[in-house]
């Protein structure tokens, strides 16, 4: 089961728990990026002529990229706004 909590100015953190398989923390993308460079399960803010949407995304981090934005991927040129580690494979 998955709650998050939005709100006019954003958004609240929180945790997300999958039964029988795993367990996701969010972190706000601004106030706590990543620490390393790699790719990361994330959600994302798009807003156009028909209003604000969010999804959810696979999305690369490089912290030394600074023309493009430190987060990319090929189709994603919207906002991020949450992350977390992509969870380990079940075995």
């Known amino acids: 089961m998955s709650q998050l909590f ?3 100015g954003g958004c609240a953190t929180a945790t997300v728990v999958v039964p029988r398989t795993f367990t996701l923390t969010w972190k706000d993308a601004q106030k706590e990026p990543p620490k390393e460079g790699g790719r990361y399960w994330c959600v994302v803010r798009d807003i156009n002529d028909l209003g604000t949407s969010y999804y959810q995304w ?9 023309w493009e934005g430190k ?5 994603l040129r919207k906002d991020v706004v949450l992350w977390t580690e992509l969870p380990q ?3």
Do not use: I, R
């Open 6 to 8: 939005w709100f006019a």
């Open 89 to 91: 494979m079940p075995v």
């Open 58 to 66: 696979n999305c690369a981090y490089n912290p030394e990229n600074t």
């Open 71 to 75: 987060w990319s991927s090929n189709a």
